[in-house]
């Protein structure tokens, strides 16, 4: 049962550096999400695309790009890594316009900038 | 935005404790959720309240949503170490009438010591 599966788990960049995070889910769900955690500050949107073809900022978009590839990926790119990207990040699908609107998760990119 | 605050920030309990989670904001919720996040991990679904005064169980953790729908707490009875982690609560954000997305509060860590 691989759900939402993410790569790297881990990365090292220096500043500047460019990178990118691939997430794949296999659960056929429309919405997919990508979210930084940093300590005592929960959870915080950075990118979503609500169905294949579309993507908008969440609430900290600024220094990333995302790129939904097809409706199993969603990719989040950091075009010129900053200190402050220093990070857990956190992709996760839904099923479109549900009343729950449950979240799955995958298990998190840990990025550490230099 | 609606803002989520959650209280404690931490709480550390022996074995066979009682604890209380909060989650409050200033405006209705939606629907709130909770989470549960283990340590290398992705938050994982633990319940959805909707209805103003609703109370769910699930084994020994109570979830009970205001009348007000302004605020949400998690009861956990006879704590176990298993049930260390970071309690997350999430609202929904109405982005169109068929869809949302979720916003994170900070978060509750919980230590449960044999």
């Not at chain 2, 340590?39 to 959805?48: A, D, H, I, K, S």
Request: glycine letters at 10%; one cysteine or more.
């Amino acid at each position: 049962n691989a759900g939402v599966t993410q790569t790297p788990k881990f990365q090292v960049l220096k500043t500047g550096q460019s990178m990118t995070l691939q997430c794949a889910q296999d659960m056929n769900h429309n919405s997919m999400y990508w979210y930084r955690q940093d300590p005592g500050m929960g959870l915080r949107l950075i990118y979503y695309s609500a169905s294949e073809g579309t993507t908008d900022k969440g609430e900290v978009p600024n220094g990333y790009n995302v790129s939904r590839l097809n409706k199993r990926e969603f990719s989040l790119r950091l075009e010129s890594a900053a200190p402050s990207q220093t990070s857990v990040y956190f992709c996760a699908s839904s099923e479109l316009g549900t009343g729950t609107g449950e979240l799955f998760f995958g298990e998190g990119s840990r990025l550490t900038v230099l | 935005t609606q803002l989520l605050e959650q209280s404690p920030q931490f709480l550390s309990i022996q074995e066979g404790e009682n604890l209380t989670v909060y989650c409050n904001s200033s405006s209705v919720f939606s629907s709130l959720q909770w989470y549960r996040q283990e340590p290398g991990e992705g938050p994982v679904l633990l319940v959805t309240v909707v209805t103003g005064g609703e109370v769910k169980k699930l084994k020994r953790l109570t979830f009970q949503f205001g009348d007000a729908r302004k605020d949400s707490s998690l009861h956990i009875t006879a704590a176990q170490p298993g049930d260390t982690g970071l309690y997350l609560c999430a609202s929904k954000e109405v982005v169109s009438d068929s869809w949302g997305k979720l916003q994170f509060g900070a978060g509750t860590q919980v230590v449960v010591t044999p």
